[in-house]
């Protein structure tokens, strides 16, 4: 599986931003697409997760409710829908696939195998 995000760039508090996560090659039910986003000098953070069937969405505290993960499967597509952005949400942000992750590990980075490269959101203040 290979992976192409983009949609970042700069905005202001408030405003609204959306990812978009490109997948190449084979899809099924079971694959995990993850969102997480990082800082320099700091760990990767989980943001979103979701199964390409759907069955499972995951969130991290800091973005429930104004984050929304959601694919076209027609499009082989993983959104990251973000609104009411903060300054603190500013991170390079990667989507990432793996289709042998268990529940318990979609918010851990290391579970994931298949990587995009990053796009940049910065939020201004």
């Known amino acids: 599986v290979q992976l192409q995000a983009f949609g970042g760039g700069l905005v202001q508090a408030g405003d609204s931003l959306r990812l978009s996560c490109v997948l190449s090659g084979r899809t099924f039910g079971r694959l995990a697409v993850g969102w997480f986003r990082q800082t320099p000098g700091k760990e990767s953070e989980f943001v979103a997760a979701t199964r390409w069937s759907g069955s499972s969405t995951l969130y991290a505290d800091s973005v429930k409710g104004r984050f929304t993960i959601s694919r076209d499967n027609a499009e082989n597509t993983v959104y990251l829908q973000m609104t009411s952005l903060k300054p603190e949400d500013t991170a390079v942000y990667y989507c990432?696939?793996?289709?042998?992750?268990?529940?318990?590990?979609?918010?851990?980075?290391?579970?994931?195998?298949?990587w995009g490269q990053g796009t940049q959101v910065t939020v201004s203040s």
């Open positions: 990432a696939a793996d289709g042998q992750i268990i529940l318990s590990s979609m918010r851990t980075p290391g579970a994931y195998k298949y």
